[in-house]
């Protein structure tokens, strides 16, 4: 099970801090991801984590959002800064079970489980 947490208002150019705590079973051979869904688009992908620390993160996303994990507390956190009206969108945490050495979890599908969703609304 995922829970997301910390959504909310925030003016432009502000920062927030989402978190995830993941439940249930241990999630060390699953990327923890998070991605977004904006009113009236298909969901996006913004960045994943590995057990270790390893981070992917879309294009887009780059520089503005850091995405980090605590595994003591089966815990990942999407940090934003410099936000801007077209960042919102609901934020889903997943995980995404690591099958190969080289892997790349973009998609969708590529995710098990997910979260429910915590809305994130940049105000112009």
């Known amino acids: 099970q995922l829970q997301a947490s910390g959504g909310g208002l925030v003016q432009t150019g502000g920062s927030l801090r989402l978190s995830c705590a993941a439940s249930?079973?241990?999630?060390?051979?699953?990327?923890l991801g998070w991605f977004r869904q904006a009113p009236g688009k298909e969901r996006e992908f913004v960045a994943y984590i590995s057990w270790s620390g390893a981070t992917t993160y879309a294009d887009s996303k780059k520089g503005r959002f850091s995405i980090s994990r605590d595994n003591a507390k089966n815990t990942v956190y999407l940090q934003m800064s410099s936000l801007k009206p077209e960042d919102t969108a609901v934020y889903y945490c997943?995980?995404?079970?690591?099958?190969?050495?080289?892997?790349?979890?973009?998609?969708?599908?590529?995710?098990?489980?997910w979260g429910q969703g915590t809305l994130v609304t940049v105000s112009s």
């Open positions: 997943a995980a995404g079970r690591i099958t190969s050495v080289y892997y790349d979890l973009r998609a969708v599908g590529d995710y098990e489980y």
């Open positions: 249930g079973r241990t999630f060390s051979s699953f990327v």
